[in-house]
């Protein structure tokens, strides 16, 4: 490619998660669990937290929003992780302006529950607004790349019973086990699907429970890089991201063996130190969201610039942002990357 041909941040994005050779690192942020609104694009766009949760008119509006404000080189819904927990039957409390929606009741008690658990209708309700957004987002056709967002099968099925108890009966039944995470997994891959018929043109598939830190190497390996894989597997997209969080040196070993493009990490993870694990895949990262809230603008373009000089293929927060993330900063972490 001739140096002085213009990306479209679309294609800067595909060409740097498949290891091509790119003008300069895209900067995105993924949306999901790995979430980009904050409380400066409500007001600018004047779309708030929770009814862009449910409609899809104010869900691509507020994506858009962000982009045209010099925000992230990418559109990203939804803007929380539990779109899927609602919809195999756990109780979601939908926060406000100021709170995402998180989880308050899980619907099942056991592994053992697994005839319970019921199917995922992801035409209906928040789900069905959520690729409704993809198709109007994709419409725009301005070349910023479309990412939908899936929660890890681990994670998930966390939601469904109590994550202490899921960890539990992973090692005391083993084949319960394995046999809830299969019905979890098949009940995203048709969401998965449909996010990329409808035009994504990336998935990100986020595990923040189903991590190294909380499961060891053997269970990591056994049930997150298992059933991540058979989300990824079966989706056609043309671009695969996954972020795990957490410190990952415990589960080096097996993350290679993850069907994904790039690797999205925490702030705590070396870039260097991970790309050695990872061959054949892009390093995405990991600007501390922490440093985004709370540092000025110098300071936050040399850390963008100090994830770049690590390694990263792909420049993105380290998680989902806080909401009080002022928009000048995210600008700056943009910027940082377009050299400016």
Known sequence: MDKNTPYTPTRRLCDAARGRAVDRPPCICPGGMMNMINHDIMVQSGIYWPQAHFDAQSMAGMAAALRQAGGFENYGVPFCVTVEAEGMGARVDMGGENVEPHVVESPLASVE???????????????AAVLESIRLLKARGDGVPVIGNICGPVSAAGT?????????????????S??????????LIPYARAQAEAGADAVCLSEPSGTGEILGLRLFRDFT????NQ??????????????CGKLRSVYPALGEIHCDAISVDSVVNLAELRLHVPGKAVMGNVSTHALATMDRDKLRGLTQASIRAGADIVAPACGIPISTPLDNIRAMVSACQGE
């Open 231 to 244: 989300v990824l597997d079966a989706i056609d997209v043309p671009v695969k991201l996954v972020h795990i």
């Open 160 to 176: 469904l019973i109590d994550m202490a108890k899921l960890l539990v009966e992973f090692l005391k039944k083993p084949e319960e």
């Open 225 to 228: 890089v298992r059933y991540v």
């Open 178 to 187: 394995h046999r809830f995470m299969q019905s979890v997994a098949a009940r």
């Open 113 to 127: 529950d697994v005839a319970s658990l019921p199917p995922f209708d992801y035409t209906q309700g928040r789900a």
